[in-house]
């Protein structure tokens, strides 16, 4: 079934696969009767390689930051501040690209 958490739905094929990088992959360059339906479809209709939807990864100075900050949070303050707190230490300093990506949340600060 398209949504759930766990299965892709392909949209060639019009079948659920596993939701898996792997399991994408193969099916996308292995399985004869999508490589044949896609090779049918407009070359402005032809699925996206799955490393297109792949979120980058965190800097490891944003990691370090966020995790400092929250260490100290939950060691010694409340965490229902922490939501506008991040969006105090986002604007501190505009030009910096570290602290303009950092996202720390009472989640994050508890966990």
């Not at 299965?7 to 898996?20: G, L, V």
């Not at 994408?24 to 049918?40: E, G, M, Q, R």
């Not at 792949?54 to 260490?71: F, N, Y």
């Amino acid at each position: 079934m398209p949504g759930s958490s766990t299965k892709a739905f392909c949209t060639f094929c019009k079948e659920e696969i596993s939701a898996h990088k792997k399991t994408l992959d193969d099916h996308s360059s292995k399985n004869k009767k999508h490589i044949f339906l896609a090779s049918t479809k407009d070359e402005s209709n032809k699925m996206q390689k799955i490393t297109n939807f792949a979120k980058p990864a965190i800097s490891e100075q944003r990691k370090v930051a966020e995790l400092k900050t929250a260490v100290f949070i939950a060691k010694h303050c409340a965490t229902n501040a922490v939501d506008d707190l991040g969006e105090v230490i986002a604007g501190l300093d505009p030009a910096s690209q570290i602290l303009s990506q950092v996202r720390l949340h009472r989640t994050k600060c508890t966990g």
